[in-house]
């Protein structure tokens, strides 16, 4: 895995204007969308993805349904996870162990003080297939894989996983992580990355201000989580922030999931002539699913969370509500009174 391409870019190369929407693909989109198609017709994938059969829901969610069937069938087992903080095993599967054909290239950000570590070398992520694919172009975003880092969110990942979404001139790329106890399954710190042809209600959901010196705001719409939004290339502040307060989770052991969109700013949701030239970073506390806890339908991770749900059985997916699906979710997010008790602990730690 040492002798791979190497994605380099800067600040430069990222895609702030959507005002005026083309079909134009980044450099960044041309090497994730060629490579990944590359790797499908060498047969290195578990299953062939094809055009998925999606329909939207109706009801003002929104939620956009697929039905995945091989996924579920076909996608590596998960590792056993006892603990948000569970150490880093090196006996089990993690991605220093994959097939190098699976990679597809390294990403390298020209060398800044914030890219590059005290001996001045610069921090690399490595950008793998996802064998068993989501969607087009499902990817994993492996920082610096070599340190074997623990499914914990860092800021060197969370500023990986916006800027890649800031290099993508496709609205529809977007990234997520889904913590221990909510629903990943190789403790070997990654995101997750991929296309998605359709707008989603998070990108444009209403919001509430409830920490101005952090710019952090709650979703007022259902399912309801923390929201950050951030737009230009000073990413730094709304990386800390975010890193503060996935923190503050894992101290208190509750797992979560996280999503990062093109999306409207805040306050501005209503306006037509509001842009998605920014990004919203969603993060939702959740309570911890160990073992094989899973819904007959789809399971509630990081997609599902922000709208996308994968269906694993076609009378599921040609037959459920909106209503089933809020239902489905609930019953992993955290009780409201603990939401609050929450809430009101992240405002005195920040």
Same mark, same amino acid.
């Given at each position: ?5 190497? &994605? ?6 990222? +895609? *702030? ?5 083309? /079909? ?9 969308? $060629? ?54 095993? @090196? ?13 597809? &290239? ?15 070398? *610069?921090?690399? !992520? ?10 087009? #172009?499902?990817?994993?975003? +492996?920082?610096?894989?070599?340190? !074997? %880092? ?26 997520? &992580?889904?913590?221990?106890?909510? &629903? ?7 995101? %997750? ?11 444009? $959901?209403?919001?509430?201000?409830? %920490? ?50 093109? #999306? !409207? @700013? ?6 037509? $002539? $509001? ?28 997609? =599902?969370?922000? #709208? ?15 209503? =089933? ?6 019953? !992993?997010?955290?009780?409201? /009174? ?13």
């Amino acid at each position: 895995m040492d002798d791979c391409v190497v &994605f380099t870019y800067t600040d430069e190369d990222f +895609v *702030n204007d959507f005002s005026s929407p083309s /079909e134009r693909k980044s450099t960044f989109d041309i090497a994730l969308r $060629s490579g990944w198609t590359e790797k499908m017709n060498a047969g290195l994938f578990r299953y062939h993805l094809g055009d998925l059969d999606t329909r939207i829901l109706h009801g003002p969610c929104g939620f956009i349904a697929q039905l995945n069937i091989l996924r579920g069938v076909e996608r590596r087992k998960p590792q056993d996870i006892v603990s948000i903080r569970q150490n880093f095993d @090196p006996n089990q599967f993690h991605f220093n162990k994959i097939n190098p054909k699976e990679l597809l &290239f390294e990403l390298q950000k020209v060398k800044t003080e914030a890219t590059s570590d005290q001996n001045g070398r *610069n921090k690399k !992520c490595k950008i793998i297939i996802n064998v068993s694919p989501l969607e087009f #172009g499902h990817c994993l975003l +492996v920082p610096e894989p070599d340190r !074997c %880092h623990p499914q914990i969110l860092t800021p060197l990942a969370v500023q990986i996983g916006i800027e890649t979404v800031l290099l993508s001139a496709d609205p529809g790329f977007r990234v997520g &992580f889904n913590s221990l106890g909510g &629903f990943a399954s190789v403790n070997h710190l990654h995101l %997750h990355g991929y296309y998605l042809n359709h707008q989603m209600r998070l990108e444009s $959901s209403p919001t509430e201000l409830i %920490h101005p010196q952090n710019n952090l705001y709650r979703l007022v719409d259902f399912p309801t989580g923390f929201l950050f939004y951030t737009q230009g290339t000073d990413l730094t502040p709304t990386v800390n922030a975010v890193c503060k307060l996935t923190d503050i989770m894992v101290d208190k052991n509750i797992a979560h999931n996280l999503f990062i969109t093109r #999306g !409207c @700013p805040p306050n501005k949701e209503g306006d037509p $002539s $509001s842009a998605r030239n920014g990004v919203r970073v969603v993060i939702w506390p959740r309570l911890s699913c160990f073992g094989a806890k899973e819904e007959s339908a789809f399971n509630v991770a990081l997609c =599902e969370l922000a #709208g996308h749900l994968p269906f694993k059985n076609r009378k599921d997916y040609e037959t459920v509500t909106e209503e =089933e699906v809020k239902a489905i979710i609930r019953k !992993c997010l955290l009780p409201e /009174e603990e939401f609050s008790e929450l809430q009101k602990h992240i405002m005195k730690k920040f």
